[in-house]
């Protein structure tokens, strides 16, 4: 089944404390996104990846690291994770890098940072 | 600024009654407009996309979306709702040549009473 995975699903953590959000699909897809989702704000891209080892932030790039070794996966690195980074985070992923392209979008990582 | 507006943060519409989801852009250029749905607790998927042509596009699980260049507008309709539509929708347009990078409204969350 084509998919765009996230792990962990749900991860309570305190400040300060690195953690990665993983996320991998399965399309060979050249583009990939971070998005986070917060009530009242809708989607806000925080980095995004055109292909292997091609990166750029996006939006609200602060506070978060991407990396892309491989086209399939796109981890999202919180150094030292601050609470106002508790959010509902996305993963998308698409063909190309074009205007035209739907996204196809991870089920989601809600963290909370105590 | 370029931008998309949901004026609506809720929809509610009796089942079987037709339904309409508002959408507005502020966009230099051609817009391309996609229209996405998030199911609890899932992931966002995308319904239909205007890139060009004719103005009423027609999508997933029976919605249509009219693009209205003299509005402005992008609004999401379905002839008759279902309980099962309700949901949260975004809109969404893709901005910054070379990249696929959506920009989201705030969403609307879309009540089909039985």
């Known amino acids: 089944e084509a998919q765009v995975t996230q792990n962990p699903r749900y991860l309570i953590t305190v400040t300060g404390k690195k953690l990665t959000v993983t996320c991998s699909q399965n399309m060979n897809h050249e583009y990939m996104s971070w998005y986070r989702q917060d009530p009242g704000l809708g989607l806000r891209q925080i980095y995004y990846s055109m292909n292997v080892e091609v990166t750029d932030k996006g939006d609200v790039p602060e506070g978060y690291k991407v990396s892309r070794k491989e086209k399939r996966n796109f981890p999202l690195i919180l150094e030292s994770p601050s609470p106002n980074q508790t959010s509902l985070y996305f993963c998308?992923?698409?063909?190309?890098?074009?205007?035209?392209?739907?996204?196809?979008f991870g089920p989601g990582t809600r963290l909370t940072v105590l | 600024a370029q931008s998309v507006a949901q004026p609506e943060d809720q929809v509610n519409v009796a089942e079987g009654n037709p339904l309409t989801v508002k959408c507005t852009y502020s966009?230099?250029?051609?817009?391309?407009l996609f229209w996405y749905v998030q199911y609890p607790n899932r992931g966002l998927q995308f319904l239909l996309k205007y890139i060009t042509g004719d103005n009423l596009v027609k999508g997933s699980y029976g919605f249509e979306a009219e693009f209205n260049k003299s509005q402005t507008s992008f609004h999401l309709k379905k002839p008759s709702a279902l309980v099962s539509d309700s949901a949260l929708y975004f809109c969404?347009?893709?901005?910054?040549?070379?990249?696929?990078?959506?920009?989201f409204g705030t969403g609307t969350r879309l009540t089909v009473i039985p």
């Open positions: 966009v230099s250029g051609n817009p391309y």
């Open positions: 998308a992923s698409s063909l190309v890098a074009s205007l035209y392209n739907e996204q196809f």
């Open positions: 969404a347009v893709s901005l910054k040549t070379g990249a696929n990078n959506l920009f």
